[in-house]
């Protein structure tokens, strides 16, 4: 045992108590059949709960941790803490990038080497801790090696040594029983077209995620492949903008049925989309995977990785989560940070028990608004004309048929309200 979060007790459910407890968050509570904790499915992001220092555009490091440095002695000292605050949270996932969990080394093999390390000590501690994974990922955006992408770099030498990258954790994934492979890519876009070759590009993010797929294939994964959508920053423009963009490109490259999305909140705000929406179009079009729950400060206008608050919001979302089916690989990963003056340690429990609370409450509102079945009997009701034969037959005609059917027919629309007003009224009963 570490002393880091000495005093400091393993969370329960009780809403009665005056210090950090969880107040909604109960895991055996049943809802639609099955336990909370099989619901949700929380997991804690390595990287910002134990390798983020605390720094801003504006500042550096504000936190000062006893694991922070570059040597294996302190990159295990990291994992002790880390499942430690895993066992005082209760959840059963966490997730991390490789280069949160390892010192870099001066070359490639010494950081295979302190990486492979550092996956041998875990599978003990995610017995004794009984904490799994649900994702592995690569960081192939921090070092400067990638500051012009990593799939996408006009580099060769980059390409490969990202595509060596992206082997290490899928076979680390795959030794660790991860659940999901997840690649985001940080830097796969660009700043200027003035220096970039945007076809280019993007036929090579393409055969890169494919070779991903092909490896999963050969080495055995039966996890899911994601991709995870971001519009912008640090690039001007990423390639995979948003679901709708990501659809496009893996329909170009023969992907759409290998590959799955991983939806967070805050890129699909930087996008310009809901949460809520960025959810329903990943699910109508079979991509749904996992979802990132954060959020961002909307008065910033960036990406600020904040723990979820609005419970409302998170209502929404995990609506539409429960009418894709659920999870099932996938879950709930946390990839949000404490605020830079948060310092102590009690503010990294209490932040992720306070979001494990708030997605508490808005899953069961949501379980509540799809078990009343009010807002799709309205939405029912608002399409029901198409239910008929002959509005079906529309969708099989042409053009010249509809305008011969309008007139003969003396087809006149009338207006009919959307209810909007009244759909909203709805989800404030339960939120």
């Not at 969708?395 to 509809?402: G, M």
Request: hydrophobic residues 40%.
């Amino acid at each position: 045992m570490t002393n880091f979060f000495q005093n400091i007790e393993p969370l329960r459910f009780d809403p009665g108590r005056t210090g950090t407890a969880f107040r909604h968050y109960n895991p055996d509570e049943v809802v639609m059949g099955k336990r909370m904790e099989e619901h949700l499915r929380f997991a804690v992001a390595y990287w910002h709960s134990f390798a983020w220092p605390g720094g801003d555009l504006f500042g550096g490091q504000t936190f000062e941790r006893p694991w922070f440095g570059d040597t294996m002695e302190l990159a295990r000292l990291k994992a002790d803490v880390a499942f430690e605050m895993f066992d005082l949270l209760g959840v059963p996932y966490f997730c991390w990038h490789d280069a949160d969990i390892r010192p870099e080394g001066t070359t490639f093999a010494e950081s295979r080497r302190n990486f492979e390390e550092i996956i041998d000590y875990f599978p003990a501690k995610m017995e004794r801790h009984k904490t799994k994974l649900l994702w592995g990922t690569a960081n192939l955006f921090s070092h400067r090696r990638f500051m012009s992408g990593a799939a996408t770099n006009p580099d060769p030498d980059v390409f490969a040594w990202s595509a060596a990258t992206v082997k290490l954790c899928m076979d680390a994934t795959h030794k660790l029983d991860g659940e999901n492979y997840v690649l985001w890519g940080g830097r796969e876009g660009y700043e200027t077209l003035l220096n970039t070759d945007l076809k280019r590009e993007r036929q090579q993010a393409g055969r890169f995620l494919q070779m991903a797929v092909e490896y999963k294939y050969k080495i055995g994964f039966r996890g899911a492949i994601l991709v995870e959508p971001k519009p912008q920053e640090p690039s001007k423009h990423q390639y995979d903008f948003d679901v709708a963009t990501v659809y496009g490109f893996l329909r170009e490259f023969g992907l759409e049925d290998e590959v799955q999305m991983n939806i967070e909140q805050g890129h699909a705000i930087l996008a310009g989309h809901s949460f809520e929406h960025e959810l329903a179009l990943a699910s109508s079009l079979g991509l749904f995977g996992s979802i990132d729950m954060n959020r961002n400060d909307y008065q910033s206008g960036w990406d600020t990785d904040q723990f979820p608050n609005n419970v409302p919001e998170v209502a929404l979302a995990y609506y539409e989560v429960l009418k894709a089916g659920g999870f099932t690989t996938g879950g709930t990963n946390f990839d949000a940070k404490l605020r830079r003056q948060s310092l102590d340690p009690e503010d990294l429990i209490a932040a992720h028990a306070g979001a494990m609370d708030v997605c508490a409450r808005g899953f069961k509102a949501a379980a509540a608004m799809l078990q009343d079945g009010t807002l799709e009997a309205m939405r029912d009701e608002r399409y029901a004309g198409w239910n008929a034969a002959s509005s079906k037959a529309l969708l099989s005609s042409d053009l010249e048929a509809i305008a011969a059917l309008v007139e003969a027919d003396g087809i006149d629309p009338r207006p009919r309200s959307g209810r909007q007003e009244i759909s909203e009224n709805v989800v404030n009963r339960f939120v």
